[in-house]
């Protein structure tokens, strides 16, 4: 899976690899939450560095308007966004690019442990502004 012309390859590689063994052990069918739960155990076990449900101000006009919770963000570079549908719908590549977007983030993953099989997407944020690389929260 890692294929070096993609940047944090190494590190999504892992990730997905901790979500493919959650999902070959739990399967499909529960709620969101207990894949959160599960992935944060396999991270930890895999030494990945990661903040769980992080929250991330929201800025307009560089005034903070709100925050946003992200389900995991892996070494303050990764956004990793969980579903457990049947489907992954057009909302929720949009919500997980918004996330990109909205904490200038270059890299992200979508992870959909819903499906018989896991289904998993790479994001890149095309407006990334790499000054901001590493401190998600300066906007």
């Known amino acids: 899976m890692i294929n ?10 892992k990730i997905i690899g ?4 959650v ?23 895999n030494g990945i560095n990661f903040s769980r449900e992080h929250e991330m101000p929201i800025y307009y006009k560089q005034m903070q308007i709100g925050t946003r919770r992200v389900d995991f963000l892996v070494d303050g570079l990764i956004s990793v966004e969980l579903k457990a549908t049947i489907k992954l719908e057009d909302a929720h590549f949009a919500q997980a690019i918004n996330y990109l977007e909205a904490y200038d983030l270059e890299v992200g993953l979508l992870l959909n442990f819903g499906a018989k099989s896991l289904e998993f997407k790479r994001l890149l944020n095309g407006k990334f502004n790499q000054k901001n690389q590493g401190n998600p929260e300066i906007k």
């Open 4 to 13: 070096e012309q993609y940047k944090y390859s190494e590190l999504t590689s």
């Open 18 to 21: 901790c979500a493919m063994t």
């Open 23 to 45: 999902h070959r052990a739990l399967g499909n069918g529960f709620q969101e939450v207990i894949y959160q739960r599960a992935l944060k155990i396999e991270m930890a076990d």
